[in-house]
């Protein structure tokens, strides 16, 4: 196979630093005697961004999350605006447009761009950030053009769906740091409150070094499309995506991404194998499994349980969990020691209107990494969460990959494989890819 033009260095040599909103903190350090640790010390994350010359986003991917997008990075701070929207589908435009005038944001005629060439205009229309959250195959196109013109990008995890697109988006990563570029990620419990309170504590040691890890997204199933006969095949694909592998890189890659990503940022590693299992029972369309329970090894020899399935009617669980030599925690706001005595907990919440303890923080997560975000460009100390993201789209894909073929796979053979999905041709007509659900053992 050809070699990818990618450096197969340790990704995560930095792993402490890119998984903490990007700003460098100290991480554990070893000698040739006595393991030492530096202190650590938490990310800076304000309520707002700070003040400073206008920003003009443009947002490319005007469905929900997209709109979303858009609203949180607008309430970032002060002096931001949303200039230009596009889309391969018009009416997404419209109803994007209408729910961001509902908070006083008009977007003029000229600048709502509908077609698989949006992006483009997107992009030349006098932009400064590029918000990306079209389904997830566009996006290492999407980015590197965003990054070729000189944008500051947000985008939606994953950010590939196949190791072609992963590379892609390494390389384009590498080329946004010279440019001095800021590249935050759809990851956001990086920027979650309580998340990142509970990494530091495991940084410092509190939990001794980490043996093992599991991670879950179980959950009931996801909307789907059915079949219009006014829409062609790709449309309906693209109105359906999340249900198809080569746009979604099936839910392993796009839901479950979020808790692999933390044991990635936790434990500071990457899988260097996976075995998987997976099947599709209940799903009514597309191409893609209903779960997947996966056995990773982890650099250093460490085992990773991950589990995933979207059907109705069965136990749901999304959550992690770490276990170290000295204790264990759920990443989120607990940190139990060896026998299970509560040594820590997230004193971060506020208390609802009845004077309960709740669980939502005074920052929503979808809010601080947009914060974040313009913080970065404001304060000219750019983040880029690129390759980080990245690593952990490859972990998804890995295990996606040994449970479609049944077979080991390991993160080096994904670093040099070929394997790209999707048509070779891109208009509103038939979609030319294989339509079978991937049996293993063949």
């Not at 979020?258 to 260097?272: A, E, L, Q, R, S």
């Not at 394997?419 to 509103?428: A, C, H, I, N």
Request: charged content about 20%; aromatic content about 8%.
């Amino acid at each position: 196979m050809k070699k990818s033009g990618i450096s197969r260095r340790s990704f995560l040599e930095k792993a402490a630093a890119a998984g903490a909103a990007g700003i460098v903190v100290p991480s554990i350090i070893t000698s040739c005697s006595t393991p030492k640790r530096k202190e650590i010390v938490a990310p800076y994350m304000p309520e707002k961004a700070p003040d400073g010359p206008e920003l003009k986003a443009g947002l490319i991917g005007c469905g929900g999350r997209g709109t979303g997008v858009a609203l949180n990075f607008a309430n970032a701070g002060p002096n931001l605006k949303i200039t230009a929207l596009g889309d391969v589908l018009a009416d997404r435009v419209t109803s994007c447009r209408e729910r961001l005038t509902q908070d006083g944001i008009e977007i003029a005629d000229e600048k709502c761009f509908v077609g698989f060439d949006a992006y483009q205009k997107v992009i030349e229309s006098g932009v400064d950030v590029v918000l990306l959250a079209t389904p997830p195959y566009f996006r290492p196109e999407h980015f590197e053009a965003a990054i070729s013109a000189g944008k500051h990008v947000f985008m939606e995890k994953p950010v590939a769906v196949d190791p072609v697109g992963v590379r892609r988006i390494l390389a384009t990563g590498e080329k946004a740091k010279g440019m001095e570029l800021c590249v935050v990620t759809g990851t956001q419990r990086h920027h979650q409150h309580d998340y990142v309170a509970n990494w530091v504590k495991v940084q410092e040691g509190m939990i001794g070094d980490i043996v093992s890890a599991n991670c879950y997204w179980n959950q009931g199933q996801l909307w789907y499309r059915d079949p219009n006969p006014s829409w062609s095949d790709m449309e309906y694909m693209i109105r359906d995506w999340v249900n198809w592998c080569w746009l979604s890189g099936d839910h392993i890659v796009e839901q479950h991404l979020h808790n692999i990503d933390v044991v990635n940022w936790f434990t500071g590693k990457k899988p260097v194998s996976a075995v998987s299992m997976g099947a599709r029972h209940r799903r009514p369309t597309g191409d893609q499994y209903d779960f997947f329970s996966t056995d990773f090894i982890y650099e250093g020899g460490m085992h990773v349980h991950s589990m995933c399935r979207q059907i109705n009617g069965c136990e749901n669980n999304v959550s992690e969990w770490i276990q170290g030599t000295k204790g264990a925690s759920n990443c989120q706001n607990t940190i139990w020691d060896p026998a299970g005595n509560e040594i820590w907990k997230y004193e971060g919440y506020l208390p609802d209107a009845e004077g309960k303890m709740t669980t939502n923080l005074a920052i929503s997560p979808y809010d601080q990494e947009h914060i974040d975000f313009v913080t970065a460009i404001r304060t000219a100390r750019p983040l880029n969460e690129a390759e980080f993201v990245a690593i952990s789209t490859m972990s998804g894909i890995m295990g996606r990959v040994s449970a479609y073929t049944g077979k080991i796979v390991t993160w080096d053979e994904m670093m040099n494989s070929e394997l790209k999905l999707g048509p070779k041709v891109f208009e509103m007509g038939i979609v030319d890819i294989p339509r079978n659900v991937p049996v293993p053992g063949n």
